[in-house]
């Protein structure tokens, strides 16, 4: 075994030499290092140029097998499971699918000790393609990675209704190849899964996923939220699989993974799912006068951006042609609203047109930057520089700071054989996915024998009692350990404090300060909303089309609304529109609202500005008003954001 190279990342952990299913002959030489697993035949000249490589950033899981046939009896299989890029037909678009590949190993006459070396590969594999380090030393006592156990939410009725249905189909495959539990709960009706993830255990699981539109992330954010315990219940990662119209946090968290969001999202995003890393993300704590907060992971918009997207829920069933569909409607019968925003830029600000109180003169970018560092959440703040030149408006090119465990797409990854491996049985299901099955009344925590209500482990129902299913929920060791030692002890300020600049800003000092449970977030941008906004943020006063406070990059596939965006960049990215742009400006730059050119506009109604936080009011309360989707009252608002406060399963 293992000559060592330059490279650890190249170094030789295993190697071996297997035939190929479905066939005997050749034997290829296979050899595994940290990157990845290279074959090619034994015989034959250049064989060496034949060689095919798959990458562990590819790779979601592998499994042992068994022929059904009484000829290879001896033999043990090993089934990769990985999702490469590949060109689209027809198109330059790179998107993953699905291949197996299988190796058979027949070094020696007895099965049993076939099986135990492709179970050794088995381990490894699931190391590497899990992102955990193996030393070369530490191969043959290479355990099996601790299984993840998630919490699956699913609204059955959002966007055109097909949640369920696309989580069985597409989802439910991918998570048995990577080998993940699952428990399963259907919401009943609004509110449910707030009211869920505020009274249940949440801790139980490694992370919350959400089969719905961005209405179900809204509901779970500020569930947790409203928690007692808030500040480790927010660090509980969040997940989110596709199932409404607008899906606007999947497309964005896809984007910053550089994975495409418009072809094929369902599989990119369990694709990233399965491979996730837990990654801050900021959310915005959001004032209304006489209502409690809200926190915002999307977006706050006014006019005609709110009118839209209000306007044509009742499109849902169309999925977002509604978006495009209203968006025409109403530019060709455009409404100006009189308001009056307030914000606080994190460098000067100079309006292209129209008047503003500006005292933001008053601190000078420097100060500003001292006082809250863009880079701010350091390590987690990706460089804009780029490796990978492709410019396709569906994924945001990788960067320099995205991990190695990824596959760089685009290489001349393997054309590996696209076989089905009917002919072959799993073995050592032990380890395979546990199929415990329950059934549980959600509300009240009792037995329940209604199906459409019931809690569901890994897509299989039976008939078991409360202690079953608790001891279903039963854990790896290394997981409950986690938990209990902390896993979710502190909120996403602490994260964003010890990895970059914070300290300096006292902001998040006195936020740090104050997490007292039970005590709200607080908020030390904003001020009561009968008190003026503070004398370094910049008021502008006029009529506006539309204005938009966004955190993530999407509000829809179509809508790149901040183009610069970072999950965690600590930034809103503010844009308005002034009253006075001629309706074919607005429509040039609604068509080309997908390239997210709105940020380079020159057209003097356009203003884009980065701001930490902002407040909004509507002259005699017009205009929808739109919080993340859900409408809110037509009144003040103010927000400030709260720099990588929650969790998500993303790729950074
Ligand atoms: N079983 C249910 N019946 C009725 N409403 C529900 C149910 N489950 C959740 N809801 C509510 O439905 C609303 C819309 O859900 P969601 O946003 O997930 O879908 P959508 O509106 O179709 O998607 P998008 O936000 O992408 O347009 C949410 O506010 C949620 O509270």
Not at 120 to 132: C, D, E, S, T
Not at 460 to 483: F, M, T
Not at 557 to 580: E, M, T, Y
Request: glycine share 6%; hydrophobic share 35%.
């Amino acid at each position: 075994m293992a000559a060592s190279k330059a490279s650890p990342r190249d170094e030789v952990l295993m190697e071996g030499e297997f035939d190929l299913f479905p066939n005997d002959k050749p034997l290829y030489k296979v050899t595994l290092s940290r990157g990845g697993i290279t074959y090619y035949p034994i015989i034959g000249s250049n064989n060496i140029k034949k060689s095919k490589y798959l990458h562990f950033g590819d790779i979601i899981g592998c499994r042992c097998k068994k022929a059904k046939d009484e000829k290879y009896q001896s033999k043990a299989y090993l089934t990769i499971f990985l999702y490469p890029f590949k060109k689209k037909l027809f198109s330059s678009k790179l998107i993953r699918s699905r291949e197996l590949v299988t190796f058979g190993v027949n070094a020696s006459s007895k099965f049993e000790e076939n099986r135990v070396l492709v179970e050794k590969w088995r381990r490894v594999i699931m190391h590497l393609a899990n992102n955990l380090s193996v030393e070369l030393t530490a191969v043959d006592r290479c355990p099996v990675p601790p299984k993840k156990n998630l919490l699956v939410l699913i609204n059955p009725h959002s966007g055109p209704g097909k949640a369920m249905q696309i989580f069985q189909n597409d989802v439910v495959p991918m998570l048995d190849e990577a080998e993940i539990k699952y428990d399963l709960i259907k919401t009943e009706y609004a509110g449910h899964a707030s009211k869920l993830v505020k009274e249940r255990n949440i801790y139980e699981w490694d992370g919350i996923v959400i089969v719905s539109g961005d209405g179900l992330i809204y509901e779970v954010l500020n569930g947790l939220m409203q928690r007692e315990d808030w500040q480790k219940a927010i660090n509980v990662p969040i997940g989110c699989l596709p199932g409404g119209s607008g899906n606007a946090l999947c497309c964005s968290i896809n984007y910053s993974a550089g994975e495409p969001f418009k072809s094929n999202c369902i599989l990119h995003s369990t694709f990233i799912l399965i491979k996730h890393k837990v990654v801050p993300m900021d959310l915005v704590v959001v004032q209304q006068p006489n209502l409690p907060p809200v926190y915002s992971f999307l977006a706050v918009t006014w006019g005609l951006i709110a009118d839209i997207d209000y306007e044509s829920e009742k499109y849902r069933a169309i999925g977002e042609a509604r978006f495009t569909l209203q968006g025409l409607r109403r530019i060709f019968n455009l409404r100006v609203y009189k308001g009056r925003l307030s914000f606080l830029p994190i460098t000067s600000y100079l309006p292209k047109s129209g008047s503003v109180t500006d005292s933001s003169k008053k601190v000078s970018s420097k100060q500003r930057f001292k006082r809250f560092s863009l880079h701010s959440v350091g390590d987690n703040f990706v460089d804009n520089s780029m490796d990978d030149k492709e410019t396709d408006s569906e994924r945001r090119p990788r960067t320099k700071s995205m991990p190695a465990n990824l596959s760089q797409e685009g290489n001349d990854h393997a054309s590996v054989l696209e076989i089905e491996d009917n002919d072959l049985d799993n073995i050592f299901d032990q380890d395979g996915v546990s199929l415990n099955v329950s059934e549980l009344d959600i509300s009240t925590g009792k037995q329940n024998v209604d199906l459409e209500n019931s809690l569901i482990s890994n897509g299989k129902v039976a008939h078991s009692s409360v202690s079953d299913l608790q001891g279903n929920l039963q854990k790896s060791d290394s997981v409950k350990d986690n938990a209990e030692s902390g896993k979710y002890a502190d909120s996403g300020f602490a994260a964003a404090k010890t990895s970059g600049s914070l300290d300096s800003f006292d902001f998040i000092e006195r936020l740090t300060a104050t997490k007292v449970p039970g005590k709200p977030v607080p908020s030390p941008l904003l001020v009561q909303f009968n008190e003026s906004v503070p004398k370094d943020w910049v008021t502008v006063e006029d009529d506006f089309i539309t204005v938009c406070a966004a955190y993530q990059t999407h509000l829809n596939s179509d809508f790149l609304a901040a183009p610069d965006a970072r999950i965690n960049d600590g930034i809103i990215h503010l844009f308005f529109v002034r009253s006075g742009i001629g309706k074919s400006e607005l429509l040039k730059l609604f068509t080309e609202m997908d390239k997210g050119s709105h940020v380079d506009s020159t057209s003097p109604y356009i203003e884009v500005v980065k701001v930490l936080a902002f407040r909004l009011e509507p002259a005699e309360n017009q205009g929808v008003m739109m919080v993340d989707g859900e409408k809110v009252a037509s009144a003040p608002i103010q927000g400030q954001v709260l720099p990588g406060l929650a969790r998500i399963m993303g790729i950074l």
